[in-house]
């Protein structure tokens, strides 16, 4: 019976990850260790709190001495906890890289220490950079353009040195674009959403011509516990296989859930580094059994409706500043 530590589980894909688990009978006890950062929210894991499975930690992965105590008590570690919005990461990049670099760290180093059996680290499909043609691959390098998938890239390639140099059973899962019920609206999902909702208008960058593969939050969810159950050690397992789409075409969808035409869109100048298409090949995971069901426009149906029926989520998100919490003590005593 596992004992399942998760970071970030009051985040989107990490909450909808904490529920899947607290329903699995292979599972004896579930951890969420969040610092609730602007990005997180206990009301995403909802009903669940309620679960005799599940406790919450309200802590930062940057604290070494709590990371430690916490690993003691666990089997597993699947860890999502990071910052996650590529725009932010343009103007707070010092964030990303203490939270999505050093926290990985702390993570592993008490992973090691402790005898963790399974450590799943859930990265994303950016680190590999844009792809003009063609499919990424498990042993492409890792080209990122943005701090935001440099730090990703930076915490994978860590994570894999902690598995050849101290044996730490890592997995590396790296995801296409999710959506789903509970995102913050910051993406770009929620945010045409909210903005239709609220009767303003969406905002596309440049001509809506960046190529994504739009991939259902609980897909993403069953691919990272396949490879939390048979993964093999030290190893890479891209997650995709939703559906591919420029965000004009994205755009055009989500429109169309409205009754809505183009005449409300406002166009935005792009930003200052966007790439212009991802794509990867998901043949290995599809190899332990990994196969994504959920169809893109009964999903952006579902999370539309999400969104019209619980505006108390998502409306005091849009006029709260980000605050992000202080570095932990731990920062200044790294055991690095
Ligand atoms: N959303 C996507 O489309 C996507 C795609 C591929 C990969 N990923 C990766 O999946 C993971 C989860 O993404 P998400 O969209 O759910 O992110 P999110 O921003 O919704 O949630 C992140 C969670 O981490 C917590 N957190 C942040 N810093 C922390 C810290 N120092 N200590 C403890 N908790 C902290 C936040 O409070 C929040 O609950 C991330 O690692 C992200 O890089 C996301």
């Known amino acids: 019976m596992e004992k399942v530590l998760i970071t970030g589980g009051a985040g989107f894909i990490g909450s909808h990850f904490a529920r899947r688990l607290l329903d699995a009978d292979d599972v004896a006890q579930v951890t969420v260790l969040d610092a609730l950062t602007y990005a997180g929210n206990v009301e995403n894991l909802g ?30 570690i699947v860890h999502f906890a990071a910052e996650s919005h590529v725009d932010r990461s343009f103007y707070e990049a010092g964030n990303f890289l203490a939270t999505n670099i050093l926290g990985t760290h702390t993570l592993l180093a008490a992973a090691r220490d402790h005898g963790i059996r399974r450590f799943v680290h859930v990265s994303t499909d950016e680190v590999y950079g844009p792809l003009p043609t063609g499919q990424a691959t498990e042993t492409d390098p890792v080209r990122p353009t943005v701090p935001y998938a440099a730090s990703k890239a930076a915490s994978d390639l860590v994570a894999l ?30 945010l045409f959403i909210t903005r239709l909702l609220k009767g303003q208008s969406p905002t596309l960058h440049g001509r809506g011509q960046h190529m994504r593969n739009w991939l259902h939050v609980e897909d993403n969810c069953q691919g990272i516990d396949l490879v939390l159950r048979s993964g093999a050690p030290g ?51 599809a190899s332990l059994g990994y196969q994504p069901v959920r169809d893109l426009d009964d999903g952006l149906a579902e999370t539309c409706d999400w969104y019209r029926r619980n505006p108390d989520r998502w409306a005091p998100l849009l006029c709260i500043r980000a605050t992000n919490p202080a570095p932990a003590p731990a920062l200044i005593d790294h055991p690095v």
């Open 47 to 76: 009903e669940a709190m309620l679960s005799p499975k599940l406790t919450f930690v309200h802590g930062n992965i940057l604290d070494a001495r709590l990371v430690g105590e916490l690993a003691e008590e666990h089997t597993a």
């Open 235 to 285: 190893q890479i397992y891209n997650i995709g296989g939703g559906t591919d789409l420029t965000s004009r075409e994205l755009t055009d969808r989500i429109l169309r859930l409205f009754d809505a035409d183009w005449d409300c869109i406002q166009y935005i100048p792009d930003r200052a580094s966007n790439d212009l298409r991802y794509a990867m090949d998901c043949s290995k995971i």
């Open 161 to 190: 040195s902690y598995h050849q140099t101290f044996g730490v059973p890592v997995c590396v899962t790296r995801s296409s674009n999710n959506y789903g019920p509970r995102q913050h609206p910051e993406k770009i999902i929620p």
